[in-house]
């Protein structure tokens, strides 16, 4: 494990995390598929979030290792640490985007932070991804403040400012909880498109069922603190365990050949 | 029925053990508010101490200290303006009242002057600043809490402590002494006009008590004030909106939770000031 490997961009073993009386990852084994959109589901509450917090550092675990491209980033101290979120662009689930600043600020916040670049440099790569992302029609688009945007624009932007600094890794926090299922549709495309044209290993939090077998090119599901299934669309959709069969069938979907 | 006993068995084992059950709740009861409010300070002392480490750490954001500075200085001067002219007429309002008894209402200026600069002016810009900076202060933090706006700060490495927090405690620090002469000044011209034209104490009086019993020192002990005040009442307002879990309602909670621990703080911190500056300079001098 402690080389690149080029299939499994994070492999995560034996994490453990605690906070108080609650135990809430019990040994989770994960892995990550470079360059595919993997997405992990569970109930709410199950700890979905807290493991994606891990996998950028935001957490520590109580034990267990996570590694990042051969190399085992729990130890990492904040030097390291801060060198390594560049990897990584998250998108929140209401995009978290700062009320103080206006479109283009928050865009270029991760570059004027991390580098003295020129202005015209910053400017250019922000209209770039305006473009990319269709938001660029928008008129007054770049003066606008968050409050003035609508849900879609808002997700667009996080994910412009996620995506400015070039990241290999993008993780998406419950992309499209609460959103009505044409507003679902066009995330599921924003993700499938954003995979496509800028070559990143995507990471999923849902509970979207619909979605998850809809893009999902590796699933695995997070129950009682560990990884109980993982595995290609169709393989998971398959699999007896009760919990996910739970899951698949309240959702109303049906899989062809799944198990009554 | 058996008697309780202890683990030995023996009778008086058990009047032993229930002794020792007793003092220990009564050492609980007596050592949980000393706990509790060491535990308070502690929690906000750490911020501080943080918030402190950010002003020595690269990159040093100019721009956002400046922008508290107005927010919290700029912005609430026509309100120091306001409570100041009114503070200061009540003040001599007041003085005259008790000075009559003695016929030394002459002596006006210099009692508004002195009190107005080592109490009113630091303690009545505290909790005007409190009320209003450190109200916008919490609510802002708060909605960024429950927004995940720092959350997303972490994810750029930013120290959500050194960006947010240290510009607006140094903000507070620096302006609450300048906001607590404008006070000073204004509270005079008030105290000045309610004195002269509707008390008709004599204008040459007035001035003329007021420069010989005022000195540097007052104003020296108000702004020292000021700016420990400045210190308290922007850990407490930041502390409350920072640490913010919850929802619309519980931003709410932690803005009023701001402004009562502000101005508890400033009240109580005034107490300790005055004790302080009264062994520094006793009242004789």
Known sequence: ?260 | MTAPSSVDGSPGGAVQSRAVAVAKSLLDAAVTPVRGALNYAGERALLLAAAIGGLFRRPFRLRLFLEQMEFVGVGSLPIICFVGFFSGAVSAQQAIAALRIFNQERFVGATVGISLAQELAPVFTALMITARAGSGMATELGSMRITEQIDALTTFAVDPIQYLITPRIVATVLMMPIMTMVFNIVGLIGAYGYSIYLEHIDLGQFLEQFRYWTDPKDYIIGCTKAAVFGVTLSVAACYQGFYVRGGAKEVGLATTGAVVAGSVSVLVSDFFLIDIFHILWPYNS
């Open chain 1, 1 to 260: 494990m402690a080389r690149r490997d080029e299939r499994w961009q994070i492999r995560v073993r034996g994490l453990n995390k605690t906070f108080g009386p609650q135990h809430v990852l019990r040994g989770v084994d994960l892995d990550i598929e470079r360059g595919k959109t993997n997405i992990i589901i569970g109930g709410s509450g199950q700890g979905k979030s807290v493991l994606m917090k891990h996998l950028m550092g935001l957490l520590k675990p109580d034990s267990g290792q996570i590694w990042v491209d051969g190399v085992d980033v729990v130890p990492f101290k904040d030097a390291e640490m801060t060198k390594l979120r560049r990897k990584y662009g998250m998108v929140f689930q209401y995009a978290a985007l700062f009320d103080s600043m206006n479109v283009v600020e928050n865009i270029a916040f991760p570059l004027l932070e991390r580098y003295s670049l020129p202005k015209a440099e910053v400017m250019e790569r922000v209209r770039d991804l305006l473009r990319r992302l269709d938001l660029a029609d928008v008129p007054g688009i770049e003066q606008k403040f968050p409050p003035e945007l609508s849900g879609g624009q808002r997700k667009r932007v996080g994910l412009a400012r996620a995506l400015i600094d070039r990241p290999e890794i993008l993780l998406y926090d419950e992309p499209t909880t609460g959103l009505d299922p044409v507003a679902t549709k066009n995330v599921d495309e924003m993700i499938q498109r954003t995979a496509h044209d800028f070559g990143v290993t995507s990471v999923v939090i849902s509970h979207d069922m619909a979605s998850t077998f809809r893009i999902g090119d590796r699933i695995s599901m997070l129950h009682g603190g560990k990884i109980i299934v993982t595995g290609t669309a169709a393989e998971v959709i398959r699999s007896p365990l009760p919990a996910l069969r739970e899951f698949v069938e309240t959702s109303g979907l049906v899989a062809a050949g799944a198990p009554s």
